[in-house]
Nanobody
């Protein structure tokens, strides 16, 4: 059973930074492509970033480009999302997701991922 546990969220002022982490267990982490999504209050969950099994390919939503960085440490079974220059509109629950894939075409839709964490809250104050 694949388990994903997010951490690192919190309350931060606009312009601040956070480093979100997602610890994976129950599977061979390096066989899985990982993604980050977020859901703001009253809105649908949206794609943020994705990374290939070996970290060689990444893809970002336009809202994340230049401010967010996705990375992974396969030795530690963990994927990270560094979020910088935070804005109040970045306030959301951030979720990590996984799908078994060794490809480099990175999915951006929820249904393309098989496993999800419970999320970590990020709140940005103005």
């Amino acid at each position: 059973q694949v388990q994903l546990v997010e951490s690192g969220g919190g309350l931060v002022q606009a312009g601040g930074s956070l480093r979100l982490a997602c610890a994976a267990s129950g599977h061979t982490f390096s066989n899985y492509l990982m993604g980050w999504f977020r859901q703001a209050p009253g809105k649908e969950r949206e794609f943020v970033a994705a990374i290939s099994w070996n970290g060689g390919t990444t893809y970002y939503a336009d809202s994340a480009k230049g401010r967010f960085t996705i990375s992974r440490d396969n030795a530690k079974n963990t994927v990270f999302l560094q979020v910088n220059s935070l804005k109040p509109e970045d306030t959301a629950v951030y979720y990590c997701a996984a799908v078994r894939s060794l490809g480099t075409v990175l999915p951006i839709r929820e249904y393309e991922y098989d496993y999800w964490g419970q999320g970590t809250q990020v709140t940005v104050s103005s």
